[in-house]
């Protein structure tokens, strides 16, 4: 054990949730080891850096006043108490702390666990948690990562306090994952389907449809929603790390994807694993269907003939704790759901990967989170934003995630990419994303 890396930690309760927290502000922020007593005779008489928390001020180390959260079991309405801050910017469970306003620990977990989405809510039309229901969205931190800027302010304090104290950080991460929701938009459709895509256009009198749709399978034009070979193009040109998740539901309203044994699709999805990273896309259908989900999965499996770790939910259909129990169950290491599907921004006001703390059974999980806080879709419809002013409106986003050494990832899909009319624009968004991210 090196000394200069490592604190002794002292706190009348030891609990599930406190070294939770110590170890992903610590340990995988900062990079530093550390020891936990209850013992107060233990803590008085270690030489080395030390810490505090809890609330009876101890000499000779750092002290933080601890809010009761932390020491708590189970789910509860708390007070919050926003408050602002020059260093901290926001900040709410307020406590005595000589040099810290707050119980950073506590408000952090409260944060980053999405304790907030544990309590009753008002749903959106998908029965899913709104942005406008977060603190960040109320409070107007939605776009800042503010548990980073707690943790960097918080930094400063122990280096004023233990000035060779040894922290480390980690390296800043980029990774372009790429939905596809609906590989073609006429290719391998099958007969039923194309049968009414030509009805439909007819009753519509959609002369450009038909004419297209024709074009297209008679191989004579290529699919507007063939994108693949400028997204491998790009990938390669820049060295990306890719993770392609893919909709292999049943067909539905909100699942339009491709029969997962069409072949012409099952081919594409071998080609783009020989390049990338794969991972499940769970359907609108499988919400609260564990055995849905599990089926998708083997499908994947399948096809690709390797085991599937990777995870998004289709419509962000993510729900506490159900969601996130399912995805552990069934073998689901990694998700990337943890983001807003009409908002760009932080939704556990973090950006960094860190595992589930699952509140109902008070544990640390296996199960790791990748935030996302870009895409292109919310940058379109919710920001407004056009290709000329593109890279005005998302580098504050990326410049956040890079200043404090996080994992940007950003949310792409193959039909924004291709030809198709409504994005004709925005081909050449991509590549103007991934240079800002790189950079």
């Avoid at 594409?268 to 499988?286: E, M, Q, R, V």
């Avoid at 003939?305 to 073998?331: C, V, W």
Wanted: with cysteine.
């Amino acid at each position: 054990m090196n000394p200069n890396t490592h604190i002794f930690i002292y706190t009348h309760k030891i609990t599930p949730r406190v070294k939770y927290t110590f170890n992903l502000i610590l340990k995988d922020c900062l990079g530093l080891e550390f020891t936990i007593t209850n013992n107060i005779d233990d803590y008085k008489s270690f030489e080395g850096y030390k810490l505090s928390y809890t609330n009876q001020e101890l000499e000779n180390g750092f002290h933080i006043a601890a809010h009761n959260l932390l020491f708590e079991s189970g789910i509860r309405e708390q007070t919050i108490l926003m408050q602002n801050h020059d260093d901290y910017f926001k900040y709410f469970f307020k406590t005595y702390n000589n040099g810290l306003p707050f119980d950073l620990f506590a408000a952090s977990f409260y944060l980053v666990s999405r304790y907030e989405e544990y309590l009753p809510f008002m749903p959106d039309a998908f029965n899913r948690f709104e942005a406008q229901n977060s603190l960040a969205y109320q409070y107007d931190f939605l776009r800042i990562p503010l548990v980073n800027l707690w943790i960097a302010e918080f930094e400063k304090l122990l280096g004023k306090k233990f000035p060779k104290l040894m922290i480390t950080h980690r390296e800043y991460n980029f990774v372009s994952t790429l939905d596809i929701d609906n590989a073609y938009k006429y290719q391998e459709k099958g007969v039923m389907r194309s049968l009414g895509g030509y009805l439909k256009a007819l009753v519509e009198l959609d002369k450009a449809d038909l004419k297209q749709r024709t074009s297209v399978l008679l191989k004579k034009e290529k699919d507007p929603f063939d994108s693949y070979d400028y997204q491998l193009e790009i990938q390669k040109k820049y060295k990306l790390k890719v993770i392609y998740f893919f909709l292999l539901g049943d067909y539905g309203v909100n699942d339009k994807n491709h029969p997962s044994n069409n072949y012409g699709f099952q081919q594409l999805i071998k080609h783009l694993a020989d390049y990338a990273d794969t991972g499940i896309h769970p359907s609108f259908g499988s919400n609260g269907n564990p055995h849905q989900v599990k089926v998708e999965i083997n499908r994947l499996a399948k096809i690709t003939h390797r085991e599937i770790f990777n995870s998004r939910q289709h419509f962000s259909m993510l729900k506490f704790p159900d969601t996130y129990a399912t995805l552990l169950e069934l073998g689901i290491t990694n998700d990337y759901s943890m983001g807003y599907s009409t908002f760009n921004g932080f939704r556990a006001s973090f950006c960094m990967p860190f595992y589930w703390y699952d509140l109902d059974d008070e544990l640390e999980t296996g199960l790791k989170i990748h935030p996302f806080c870009l895409s292109e879709t919310s940058l379109r419809y919710k920001d407004n934003a056009s290709p000329e002013n593109i890279a005005e409106i998302a580098r504050p986003i990326v410049d956040e995630v890079k200043k404090y050494n996080g994992e940007l990832v950003t949310i792409f899909h193959n039909d924004t990419m291709g030809t198709a009319l409504e994005w004709v624009d925005w081909k050449n968004i991509y590549e103007e994303i991934v240079k800002i991210a790189i950079k």
